[in-house]
Every structure is written in structure tokens, then in C-alpha cells.
């Protein structure tokens, strides 16, 4: 059972390490910001779980394992923050999106001309 | 060929530290030039850091040799090579150059922001931070100044 | 290639790699000609260098290159191109003959004269068979400290650390006179004039909730660092760069006002000093109890330190004396990376606005 997951976990690694190149192609060929800020986060998110996933597997039920977890959770909690910051700064700056509308929801002002700042 | 495998990270080094001068070098721009003297002082990192692995070893902190990381380490080696290379039992990489490039590091930060702000007082007084244009400006204002001399003698 | 070499085989491969993907981030940093551009790529290798150092067993050189050449490094390169302009002028190929003549042909002798040096791994080359084994031997009978790196750094080049960490207090101040201590902007605030906004507004919930969260933990994280450093990878270096990196995350996401109202730059500047002072206050306090200069088994009074519980075994001096140059270190490089961050962020809209402002405006890169 113990080698079966451990070779669990080295097809879950190596899945995870192939779903970051993913992530990296797919933050040279699309075509604008917004969808390549949609890949670049399928590298922090999809890719990083599955790496760890597979790495706590491989190591076994250690204090190692519950660091992994932690650092899971972590990631999890800073990645998609800084996408959406990186999505805000896009649209604030005035970048329209490749396919779909600059569609402003009524009342609400991109943070350049509500706060001043020139950016 | 066994000199690229036993230097190649000897000549990436010598790869980086020329790249990174050339940049410096090429460039009139101020703050690429930074980036290039960064690049530079990297290139001398990886150089000690190189010399400083000892093939086979672990990070320079003191394990138990019977402790299962220090088992699981000198399992994959020869006991000969561990007796004669080895501190108690367990091969270490040399701790020494280690401390040497930390401190680097940190200092390197600090005295690129050195540099840095050196960069922004000379965009604030001529407007651009190109050497080119810097030594133009300097150019114009001696001669501004030397055309002011003469004139004021009252010739 | 048999004996030892030949165990560096998979190890060797991956540092063939990564050593490769420097090279090539290199090459697109001197190519690239948006400054922008060329900074994150600086990010990116760094983060490279930091995964090749842990490679080359350097746990305590990956730690302070990932926080100082992904964290502070980015953020002062993005302060100075926010004050400046953000592209470079283009360079004619006939300004890049004589730079690359003279490098290819620097290059080409140090290939040369690099024949010369050990072979990589080589554990008997001069460089790992002397001095850093003899620090591998000693370090635990000496001192006591599980992680040599801190020993070495701490106690046996103790006198180096502290000239380090008085560079780097100088190079704080160096800053802080050319930019000034950030207060201009303060005062600009008060006189009614618009400030340079490097805050994320008052509408961004995600970010503000996110550093709430993450603040108290990083700087936990700092002390953590900070006093796990002789067990194992850590110290008064990365923790002081990572306490500095709480509070440039705090002026990012709730502006500079609110940061510089917490932590105020006069104190940034009285801690910077504060830290050297102990550092060789630690120095001289040996003195004072009959050693030399930073020998800390002179650090208590003569006769305190066999009457400490269990002084036979620990070495309760280099112990303490350690603990005490990290704190130090500490203090000195949070400060001074917080007074370089408030020099760069503080220095006045007005400065900017004269000389026409950045031009970053709008570019997809």
C-alpha cells in the first residue's frame, strides 16, 4: 500500500510539473493580458497543488507533510490575490480585453481616476 | 569533454560576469547598468558557491550520523570516502563560502540602492538618466560657462 | 568518471540546468530594452539562483537570495524607474564592438586560467580541505550551534559580520540623504499638495483582507528565522529582510501615509543606528569582563557564566553573544531596508511631476 502510494505520488509530481509548462506556454501564446494572467495562475494553483499533493504522498505521514500543507495553504491564499491585483492593475491602466467588452459597472471607476494617481 | 563536466559551472560563471559587464558596459542607461553590476556580483556568487560543494555532502548543519538523515546519506556513499572526507560520519559541504556570499548578497542590495538613488538625483538635475545625454549637458553648460567668462572680462 | 564524481550525476544535471537558465535570463536581460521588463526577468533570476543554491547544499544563501533578490531588490529597482523614465534609449551595433571585444577577449584568458581551478566537488581542493573543515570540526565543541554557517558568520568572523552590517547602516543613510527621509511627502500632504499615490485605494477588499492576514504572519515568520537561525537555515539577515518586506507590503496595499504613521522614519533611522550599537556594544561588553573584541566566552561576567544551569555542556556565552550580534543584524537591516523603501516611495510628486513623469502608461507588454 506504501509503494503503491508513493508511485501515486511520483505520477502526481510529474502531472504537476507538466501542468506548470502548461501554464508557462500558456502565458506565451495567448493573446493579451487577462487570459495570460489566466494561465500564469493555473501555474501557482493547479500546478503547485498537484507538486505538493504528489510530494506528501511520496514522503509519507511525516512532520514534513503537515509543513507542505501549511505552505498548500499558503499559496492558495497569495496566488490568486496577486492575479487579482495584477487583473485590477490591468484594467485600471485602461487594458481592453481580447475577445468581450470593457464593460464598467455602473457607479464603479477604475482606481486611476478615482484616487489620481497618473498610472 | 571531462573538462566541461568537471568546470562547466566555472565557465558559466566566466558567461555571467561578462554578460553582466557587458551590459554595464554597452549601455548608457543608468539603471541597466545597476542591473548589470547586479548580474556581475551574482556571477561571483555562484563562483564561491561552487567551490564550496563538496560532492556528496549536505547543507553545512551538524546531523547525528546514526540519525535516519544522516543514515539515509552515507548509505548512497562509499565508508572510506565518508572516513576521510566526513565530520563524524556525515559529509558536509563547506560551510565557509556560504557565509562569505550571504553577507554579499545583502550588502549587494544596499549598495545598489546606493546607486539607484544616484540615478533618480541625476534625472532630478538634467532631466535623463542616458550618459550620453548626461555628458552633453555637462559639455554645454562648461561652455556656457567659459562663453560667460570671457564675455563678462569685458573684451 | 568513477569515486566520488561520479555520484554528482543526477545533482549534476539539474545544476547543468539551472546554471543554463541563468545564462539565458542574462542574454534577454541585456537584449530587452523596457526597463520594466528587464527588472521582473532580474526577479525571475533570482528565484533561478535561489533554487540553484539549494541545489549546492547553500540552504542559509538560497533563503537571502529569494527574499532579497525577489523581494527588496524588485521593489527599490521599481521605486527608482517610477522616479525616472522606463525605457532605455536604443544602442547602435557600432557602440557594441568595443564592449564585446573587450569582454570576449577578458573572457576568453579567464577560460583559460579557469583550467586551473579544482574540479567541481573535489573534496580535497584547497578550498574545502583546510579551513572549512576545521570549522566543521570545531563548531561543535566551540560553540554549541547546530548550523555552522551561523556559527562561522556569528563567532569565528564575527569581526566581518560586523563590518558588513556597518555597510549596510551606511548604505541606509547614503540613501536617506540623497532621497531624503520621506517626510517631504508627508509635509506635501499637509500642505494640501497631491502626493505621489503608491497605495492600491480604498476599494481593493481582496488585497486589503489579504494583508491583514498575511502582515502578523510574516513578521512572525521574521522572528522565526530570526531565532531558529543556529538550529537551522536562518538568521538576523533574512529576518530583517523579511521584517522589511511586511511593512513595504503594508505601504503597498494601504499606502505610504498609513505606513509611515506606524512605523515612523525618524525611528527606521534610530533603529538602524540602534542595531550597529549593540552589535559592538556585544564587542565591547567582552572587553569590559577581560576578552578580546567580540570573544564571546568573555561575554558574562568572570565567574556568572559557570554558575548558569548546565554551563558544562553549553556554551552559554557564544550561545547569548550570538543571539545578541543577530539581533543586532536584525534591527540594522529591517531598518535599513524601510528607510530605503520610504526614500524611494516618499520622494515627492512634485520632484516627479518637473521632469515630466514616468511613461509606463498603457503598455502591454
Redesign the interface.
Known amino acids: 500500500m506504501v509503494e503503491a502510494l508513493y508511485w501515486i505520488g511520483c505520477g502526481l509530481t510529474l502531472l504537476g510539473a507538466l501542468l506548470t509548462v502548461v501554464g508557462a506556454a500558456g502565458v506565451l501564446r495567448f493573446p ?2 487577462y487570459t495570460r494572467i489566466h494561465a500564469a495562475s493555473i501555474t501557482d494553483t493547479g500546478g503547485a497543488t498537484l507538486l505538493l499533493l504528489g510530494l506528501g504522498l511520496m514522503s509519507g505521514l511525516q512532520f514534513a507533510t503537515l509543513k507542505l500543507v501549511i505552505v498548500w495553504a499558503f499559496i492558495m ?2 496566488s490568486p ?1 496577486a492575479a ?2 495584477l487583473a ?1 492593475a490591468a484594467y485600471a ?3 481592453t480585453p481580447w475577445i468581450g467588452e470593457f464593460r464598467i459597472i455602473k457607479g464603479a471607476t477604475p ?1 486611476a481616476k ?6 | 569533454m571531462s573538462f566541461v563536466t568537471s568546470h562547466f559551472n566555472y565557465v558559466v560563471v566566466i558567461v555571467l560576469m561578462m554578460g553582466g559587464l557587458f551590459i554595464t558596459f554597452s549601455t548608457g542607461n543608468l539603471i541597466k547598468r545597476m542591473i548589470g553590476l547586479a548580474i556581475f556580483q551574482t556571477s561571483v556568487g555562484v563562483l564561491y558557491i561552487s567551490l564550496g560543494k563538496v560532492a556528496g555532502g549536505t547543507a553545512a548543519i551538524t546531523i547525528e550520523a546514526t540519525s535516519e538523515a544522516g543514515r539515509a546519506l552515507s548509505s548512497k556513499l562509499d565508508p572510506g570516502y565518508v572516513a576521510q572526507y566526513g565530520v563524524d560520519g556525515v559529509v558536509y559541504s563547506n560551510p565557509l563560502p556560504h557565509v562569505l556570499i550571504l553577507t554579499a548578497i545583502v550588502v549587494g542590495v544596499s549598495t545598489l540602492a546606493v546607486g539607484l538613488a544616484i540615478a533618480v538625483r541625476v534625472r532630478e538635475a538634467y532631466g535623463t538618466v542616458e550618459a550620453g545625454e548626461i555628458a552633453a549637458a555637462d559639455q554645454a553648460a562648461i561652455a556656457q560657462a567659459d562663453r560667460r567668462k570671457s564675455g563678462g572680462r569685458g573684451r | 568518471m568513477s569515486g566520488p564524481l561520479a555520484m554528482l550525476d543526477v545533482g549534476a544535471i539539474i545544476n547543468g540546468v539551472l546554471l543554463v537558465m541563468l545564462v539565458v535570463l542574462m542574454c534577454a536581460i541585456a537584449r530587452v530594452r523596457n526597463l520594466l521588463t528587464a527588472i521582473l526577468l532580474m526577479g525571475v533570476y533570482s528565484l533561478v539562483m535561489a533554487v540553484w543554491l539549494t541545489v549546492m547544499d547553500a540552504a542559509d544563501v538560497a533563503f537571502t537570495e529569494a527574499v532579497v533578490g525577489a523581494g527588496v531588490s524588485t521593489v527599490v529597482l521599481l521605486g527608482a524607474i517610477l522616479l525616472t523614465r522606463s525605457e532605455t534609449a536604443a544602442i547602435s551595433w557600432k557602440a557594441m564592438i568595443a564592449p564585446g571585444l573587450a569582454v570576449l577577449v577578458v573572457g576568453g584568458l579567464l577560460v583559460f586560467a579557469a583550467q586551473d581551478l579544482p574540479d567541481f566537488g573535489d573534496p580535497a581542493s584547497p578550498a574545502n580541505a583546510y579551513v572549512g573543515k576545521l570549522y566543521l570540526e570545531m563548531t561543535g565543541g566551540d560553540i554549541g550551534a547546530a548550523n555552522v554557517v551561523t556559527a562561522v558568520l556569528g563567532s569565528y568572523r564575527g569581526f566581518d559580520t560586523l563590518g558588513e552590517t556597518t555597510v549596510i547602516f551606511a548604505a541606509g543613510l547614503g540613501v536617506a540623504l540623497m532621497l531624503g527621509f520621506g517626510e517631504r511627502a508627508m509635509s506635501d500632504r499637509e500642505r494640501g499638495r497631491m502626493p505621489v499615490n503608491v497605495s492600491a485605494g480604498e476599494d481593493h477588499v481582496v488585497l486589503r483582507v489579504m494583508a491583514k492576514l498575511l502582515i502578523p504572519l510574516i513578521v512572525l515568520y521574521a522572528f522565526y528565522v530570526q531565532f531558529h537561525g543556529d538550529l537551522g537555515p536562518g538568521g538576523g539577515f533574512q529576518a530583517g529582510v523579511i521584517m522589511a518586506v511586511a511593512v513595504i507590503l503594508h505601504a503597498l496595499v494601504f499606502g505610504l501615509d498609513a505606513t509611515m504613521h506606524a512605523v515612523r522614519p525618524g525611528v527606521a533611522r534610530a533603529i538602524a543606528a540602534l542595531g550597529v550599537l549593540v552589535y559592538a556594544g556585544v564587542g565591547i561588553a567582552n572587553i569590559v569582563h577581560g576578552g578580546t573584541f567580540l570573544n564571546y566566552d568573555y561575554l558574562f561576567p568572570p565567574g556568572v557564566e559557570a554558575r548558569l544551569p548546565d554551563a558544562a555542556h553549553h556554551n552559554w556565552g557564544q550561545h547569548f553573544g550570538i543571539m545578541a550580534i543577530e539581533a543586532g543584524v536584525l534591527l540594522t537591516v529591517a531598518a535599513t531596508m524601510i528607510t530605503v523603501f520610504y526614500g524611494f516611495a516618499g520622494r515627492s510628486a512634485e520632484a516627479v511631476a518637473v521632469v515630466g513623469g514616468d511613461d509606463t502608461h498603457g503598455q502591454n507588454p
Open positions: 493579451d493580458v491564499l497569495t490575490a487579482h491585483a485590477n491602466s485602461g487594458l482606481d478615482k484616487t489620481g494617481n497618473a498610472s
